[in-house]
């Protein structure tokens, strides 16, 4: 077992970290936090009791991972954007948490903002900066504050082109198609066998 990097000063009460995690310095994973294989967690980063990590995830510098955020396999959260737990805060009083996820293989650019609740959507792309206050589309590109929806990308984070419904990437060759739901790996309709010849 290739076990992860600890760094002496990193911080990690959780036994819920996977083989081949790296927590790197003044990193803290708190007790009861998920923590899946192979993922990154980068310098002054915070993971609190009850957030789940999937696997293969960056965690960029000084991002804190708060429980009711779940953040699925792949993900990348650039260097300090924020992700929230609570849209009605005040300080010491009851508080309703609000779950927010952040979806397979998506993009979170630096110092972005997640408004709790906004799920983030499969390959989707926030711009660094942007103030996120809607739900993001799978594969969609967002930018600014609020947060709009500016284009698409593919799996390799370039864009995608294509008119209509149909969307192409030209730089890896995935095929798209566009919906009400949002946008989705094309699948090839698999061609009938050919019956054997009748003798
Ligand atoms: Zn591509």
Redesign the pocket.
Known sequence: MADGIRHPTALVESDQVGEGTNVWAYAHVMKGAAVGRHCNIGDHAFIESGAIVGDEVTIKNGVAVWQYVTIENRVFLGPNCSLTNDNRPRSKREWTPVATTVREGATIGANATIVCGCHIGRYAFVGAGAVVTRPVPDHAVVVGNPARVRGYV???C?PLSGSGTALA?E????RYVKSRQGVSRATVPLKPKPKAAAR
């Open positions: 593919c799996e390799c370039q990437c730089t890896c060759g995935l």
